[in-house]
């Protein structure tokens, strides 16, 4: 990498998990990534390989702010229903405060796992969940360009 373009390095992410338009919480971290399946096929006397499928899997962490998400998870599972909900990231440039560069919306996603309660005294609450999305609900509507 030429010097003098560390200034360029993407920080100060924030993410947002939303549910039907209503922020329910605050990320602090957030990894998502989108994996091939594939299938062998054979091309004359190669084997090659061809996508069939795609999925979709992250792993958040937010701090625990207040508790109406797990609790609508909670009821939802317990009436047999599977609660989908929408991922908003925002990458804000850390040069020019609140301008964003780069957004991603993560839709049809969905929690295995909602820790229903975590504590300790004298420390800030935060968890990490894994989520799992279809890739074709992801939208990219600005990217960072060269």
Known sequence: MA???????LSGA???????????FECTSINASVTANRAQIQDGMDIDTKVVSATGEGELTQNHVYSRGRAEFLRAWNQGKDL????????DDPDAYGKQIESTVIGNAWFDTVQLTSWARGEAGSQTVKFGFTPSSVDMPETVDA
């Open 3 to 9: 010097r003098g373009f560390v200034k360029h390095i």
């Open 84 to 91: 989908r909900v929408s991922i908003r990231v925002r990458i």
């Open 14 to 24: 924030m993410g947002i998990v939303e549910i039907n338009g209503v922020e329910w």
